[in-house]
């Protein structure tokens, strides 16, 4: 699997995403190579580039000449990761049967912001740069490690979302938290501020995991309450509000909660991605909790 790194003259950026990918690079049968858009014939790494590679990881590209992209670039390459929103935009303009493929290294790394340009800065501003590359490339390796696994027929927790208008910011911090894990997700809305009723977006989740379609919810409203309640009312559901760590465990291992509900209101950001780590890291410990989680589902017939 080749890796295609893209910035503008690839002397800076890209050659050092590429050196920084195939130094730490621990999946078999994938590398990185990087072009730029507009690469000078005969340039060579900057001289900052090459000593902040030697310095970090005693790699070095001295003399390494500039490539310039080229249609075949993009074609062998699995993704095309670019430095920029700019730059991925000119590329898919120029290339549109390749647009699925290219994506801005930290839009694909699952991180915040672009990849600035070290062009013409001191030894400290590359630093920045490699720092900012190396912490994209193991998020980019781990993400790719993840897509051979579930290639392979290896299994990921597949987790639905939902939330009203009050709890969105917060899911959209759960998903963009989770991006960074091993999960497949699917987010059933609200994907807008608008207020809307949260009563359907419980529904929409509970009924996706009491159908087995997915093995864990999270919901998210103001307070949590709304919303649990709801999804409760779905056979085989059996979803719990937490506001603390130590309820998100003992509900997995104890009750076999199969959603989680958060108030977005009540519980800060922090904290709530810490309840959402310990509740997927739980498991049901069944033995006399089956026989009270048995007796919960005979309720519903009632
Ligand atoms: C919406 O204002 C709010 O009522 C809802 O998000 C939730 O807290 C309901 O329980």
Known sequence: MKILFVCTGNTCRSCMAEAIFNHECSIEGASAESCGVYAIRNSKASINTVMTLMNEIDVNIAGREAVQLTRDHLEEAAYVLAMTSGIKKMLAESFPEFSGKIFTVSEFAGVDGEITDPYGGDMSVYRDTFVQLKRCTRNIMEKLKREMKKDDGGTVMRIALGSDHAGFELKSEVIRHLEKGEYELRDFGTCVPDSVDYPDYAAAVANEVAAGNFDLGI???????????????????????????????????????????????????????????????????????????????KLEGK
Do not use: M, W, Y
Not at 226 to 239: E, F, L, P, V
């Open 219 to 297: 919901l998210i409203c103001g307070t949590g309450i709304g919303i649990s309640i709801a999804a409760n009312k779905i056979g085989g559901i059996r979803c719990a509000l937490c506001g603390d760590t130590f309820s998100a465990h003992s509900c997995r291992e104890h009750n076999d909660a199969n959603i989680l509900a958060l108030g977005s209101r009540v519980t800060g950001p922090g904290l709530a991605l810490d309840i959402v780590d310990t509740f997927l890291a739980a498991k049901f410990a069944g033995g006399r909790h089956q026989n009270r989680v048995d007796k919960i589902t």
